[in-house]
């Protein structure tokens, strides 16, 4: 959905994409599609990790001056 109450413009940009393109074309599009998504999923679960390992060092780091 826009800001102005209007139609998601991604979804219609890609409805008039299939009637345009061949059968090809379309799985090839699809393909990136899909592409994108576990990019952006393996890129979310680094972040994530990231924030496990920091944290993880923090409470180290804490343990460690709490033992003195």
Do not use: C
Not at 37 to 64: F, G, N, P, S, W
Request: net charge positive; aromatic share 6%.
């Amino acid at each position: 959905m826009t800001h102005y109450g209007g139609p998601a413009a991604h979804g219609m940009l890609l409805e008039k994409m299939y009637d345009l393109l061949d059968e090809d074309q379309m799985r090839q599009l699809m393909i990136r599609m899909i592409e994108s998504r576990i990019k952006m999923k393996e890129h979310r679960i680094e972040m994530m990790q990231y924030k496990v390992e920091t944290y993880k060092m923090a409470r180290d780091m804490l343990e460690k001056g709490a033992k003195k």
